[in-house]
């Protein structure tokens, strides 16, 4: 579980600092081609029952939008 959380999070910072456009828009659409993939492929993170999976799979979500212009709030 933590193995995969890793990766996603490896795999938002891959993206805000590979793209040189800072189009929220289509960070927002890598975002969810490359990041969520990940999360969601695997049945704990998908239906988490825990609240420390839940503040794991939010702390990248919220890590993601701060940096995003316009979805910061």
Known sequence: MSI???????????IL???H?????MLKRAYCVYVRTLLEFSSPIWS???KYLIDKIETIQRYFTQR????SG
Request: proline fraction near 8%; hydrophobic fraction near 40%; charge should be positive.
């Open 17 to 19: 600092k590979s793209f």
């Open 4 to 14: 995969i959380v890793h990766n996603a999070f490896k795999c938002a910072v891959l």
């Open 21 to 25: 456009s800072h189009d929220p828009q």
């Open 48 to 50: 988490p029952h825990y």
């Open 68 to 71: 995003l212009f316009g979805l």
